[in-house]
């Protein structure tokens, strides 16, 4: 891939192997991708061999596909009012971060968790803490833990940036956090970004709450379901509520030129829906 082109890709399969990713990506024409560093619905996996991490970067290397991100594990609550499954979380999360240290990775995505009946207030303030022990536990990680915005489905945090912010707030060390924006997520979660004038108050509402310059990644995905659903269904670019609009706005928006920008639309087996939806976003960053 060129460097002068957009910094877009997707979220590819570690199938057989972390290394293996990078051969999908290619294929599929991304300049940066996302990763599970394990089976992203399991507690705990393999250990990452010194082998396989030199894999990792000897085909990061020759693809010049970079940055690559993590996304953590769906089961990880960090928010969990019960203590059990709460520490468990935190030592899941602990190993998500130490095997994007092994392989270099800058950004680890999670979602914020759920309160599942404690309250938002309650569950907000748990995940700051559960992050003022992981840092702590982690000292001198360079990966950045990225909290992604939400659609805000049953108890989910996270679905507002007043929620981000109550998090920043009451984390220690939040130089070590930033943002992820998920754009079917944030749509449905009511904040809409579909007309240039919605868009630019949506992108400083972001700005005077969280900072611009935290925004370190989106998810870049269409909705099936409309603004304020709430309803977390992913479409292919252009094809769903959100339209060709909000997708344009993005690539043709200076601040963001250096944000990875990452596909998580739905796969189909005989065609490369990435590819063709990396196309379509190149010919946006064009005009
Ligand atoms: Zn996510
Ligand atoms: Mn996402
Ligand atoms: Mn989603």
Known sequence: MKKNEPLIGAHKSIAGGVYKAFKEGEASGCRTMQIFTKNGSRW???PISDADAKKFKDEAERTGIWPVVSHDSY???????KEELL???????????????????????MHPGSHVGSGEEAGLQK????????????????VKALIETTAGQGTNLG??????????????????LGYCYDTCHTFVAGYDITTKAAYEKTMSGFDSLLGIENLLCFHFNDAKKGL???????????????????FKFIMQDERFAAVPKILETPKEKDVDRDAMALEKLRGFAAG
């Open 44 to 46: 705990s996996g393999k």
């Open 75 to 81: 089961l990880i609550n960090l928010a969990s009012p």
């Open 87 to 109: 520490k468990k979380s935190i030592a899941a999360f602990l190993d998500e971060m130490e095997r994007c240290e092994l392989l270099g990775l800058p950004y680890l995505i």
């Open 127 to 142: 995940v700051a803490e559960s992050f003022n022990t992981l840092f702590d536990m982690a000292s001198g990680f360079k």
């Open 159 to 176: 679905y507002s940036f007043e929620h981000l912010r109550t998090i920043y707030d009451a984390v220690k060390q939040n130089d070590r």
């Open 228 to 246: 304020g659903s709430k309803v977390d269904r992913h479409e292919h670019i252009g094809e769903g509520t959100l339209g060709d609009a909000p």
